[in-house]
């Protein structure tokens, strides 16, 4: 189901990871995970005895794998190959590390745990599905088979159950974060980068309504730093926040003015200044070097067309600098 969401049909190694400082590739295969040491090339897998892992990826140091297994999120130790299970309790209605189906599907969302960036703590989705519908679909080309059932949040009916949680890579309590999920039931984003704090961006059900919101991590408890609302409709842009490296400030996307726009913000989530305005087709973030303050941006001037631009934080007031040059339409 997870791969349906992810629209991958594919055999065989479907997707990989290079650790961050590049030494070592995850590859899962079949089931199997396998880590390759570059240097050496040496392959070797990381075995268990728990269920197919779903969700595979390196800690930020590259000293720990977590995956899913069986609906509970594990970490191995990469060096020794020695598997912890970080949490417990799972059902067929309770799920811990996955994302849901509303966020794979239509929220552009299909991680459900989250490293914290010096590898010592991860943020996971607790799912309940208890009380949803349930809709059965048939093997056609099996019809001696049972058919699956699968609890779906069928327009107007009951939707799954999120929380988040906090948990250290060597087990113990979890730390449940809170916000007022009954005003906001949906769970957009989560961001924990760099020197940053836990953001995550939560929706109301109608989708007329979002706030960004600030965690702390030793506590749970949460901040707001902004709310977005419209009338009829709030589109997301999962790539958002993106928070410069050493936490002083973010980026941020908004349609509040009938276009998309850019904007700085400052930690606490005042506006800064609008970076694109609104003349300017802005189409999508490329890349951010917070350290240099240089933006590369996706959009045009005539929405015929798509191109690269690069801005500079540095020059107040400064317009998107025209990068490539060919009448057309422009991808990088």
């Avoid at 197919?52 to 800690?59: A, G």
Wanted: proline share 5%.
């Amino acid at each position: 189901a997870r791969r349906e969401r992810m629209r991958i049909s594919a055999r065989g190694i479907t997707s990989y990871q290079l650790s961050k400082d590049g030494t070592k590739i995850l590859v899962p295969l079949s089931g199997r995970l396998f880590v390759i040491e570059r240097a050496s090339g040496i392959i070797r897998e990381l075995t268990s005895e728990a269920g197919y892992p779903l969700d595979p990826r390196f800690s930020p140091d590259g000293r720990w794998m977590a995956c899913v297994r069986e609906k509970e999120l594990y970490v191995t130790d990469v060096a020794s190959g020695i598997e912890r299970c970080l949490t417990s309790g799972s059902s067929s209605t309770l799920s811990h590390g996955l994302a849901e189906f509303v966020a794979q599907e239509e929220m552009d969302r299909s991680e459900g745990y989250w490293w914290s960036p010096d590898s010592k703590t991860i943020a996971y989705q607790e799912t309940s599905t208890e009380g949803m519908e349930v809709m059965h679909i048939a093997d056609a080309t099996h019809p001696d088979r049972q058919p699956l059932a699968w609890a779906y949040p069928r327009a107007g009916q009951k939707n799954a159950d999120v929380r988040l949680g906090l948990i250290s890579v060597e087990g113990g309590k979890t730390r449940w974060v809170t916000w007022d999920a009954e005003r906001y039931p949906y769970l957009a984003t989560v961001r924990w980068k760099d020197q940053a704090p836990i953001t995550i961006l939560v929706q109301n059900r109608q989708q007329t309504e979002e706030a960004l919101l600030r965690v702390d991590a030793e506590t749970g408890s949460t901040t707001f730093l902004l709310v977005e609302k419209d009338d009829a409709w709030l589109n997301l842009d999962p790539s958002m926040p993106k928070w410069f490296a050493d936490g002083s400030a973010f980026l941020w996307t908004t349609e509040r003015d009938d276009a998309w726009r850019l904007e700085l913000r400052s930690a606490d989530g005042r506006q800064v200044r609008s970076l694109t305005g609104t003349a300017f087709v802005y189409k999508g973030l490329v890349d951010f070097d917070s350290d240099q303050g240089i933006l590369h941006l996706s959009g045009s001037d005539d929405p015929t067309q798509t191109h690269l631009y690069r801005l500079s934080l540095e020059a107040t007031g400064s317009a998107p600098v025209l990068v490539t040059t060919e009448p057309g339409l422009h991808s990088a």
